[in-house]
Nanobody, 116 residues
Framework: QAQLVESGGGLVQTGGSLRLSCAAS????????MGWYRQAPGKQRDMVAI???????NYGDSVKGRFIISRDNAKNTVYLQMNSLEPEDTAVYYC??????????WGQGTQVTVSS
């Protein structure tokens, strides 16, 4: 099985930028899709961005044009560049992976807080 470990969260002012990283280890060759979800207090966990093994990307409507997902297969790492951050982006961000037999993997989460 694979393990996912996020890093890069923190506190930033409105309009600022952060980059999240997610390093995969273990049975990483089994992972097809990778991405990021986020969950704000009292709300459901929502998809932020997904990237396939062929670098096809998909974004949630609220982050289109502001966030960029990418992956470095040589480093087994997926990144989320977050620009023009807004207070509404405040949440715990989770790295996610899906392997070829349908198993989901989750990181432990990293807090992103955007101050107004």
């Amino acid at each position: 099985q694979a393990q996912l470990v996020e890093s890069g969260g923190g506190l930033v002012q409105t309009g600022g930028s952060l980059r999240l990283s997610c390093a995969a280890s273990g049975s990483i060759s089994s992972i097809n899709l990778m991405g990021w979800y986020r969950q704000a207090p009292g709300k459901q966990r929502d998809m932020v961005a997904i990237i396939t093994s062929r670098d096809t990307t998909n974004y949630g409507d609220s982050v289109k044009g502001r966030f960029i997902i990418s992956r470095d297969n040589a480093k087994n790492t997926v990144y989320l560049q977050m620009n023009s951050l807004e207070p509404e982006d405040t949440a715990v961000y989770y790295c996610w992976g899906l392997d070829y037999i349908g198993r989901n993997y989750w990181g432990q989460g990293t807090q992103v807080t955007v101050s107004s």
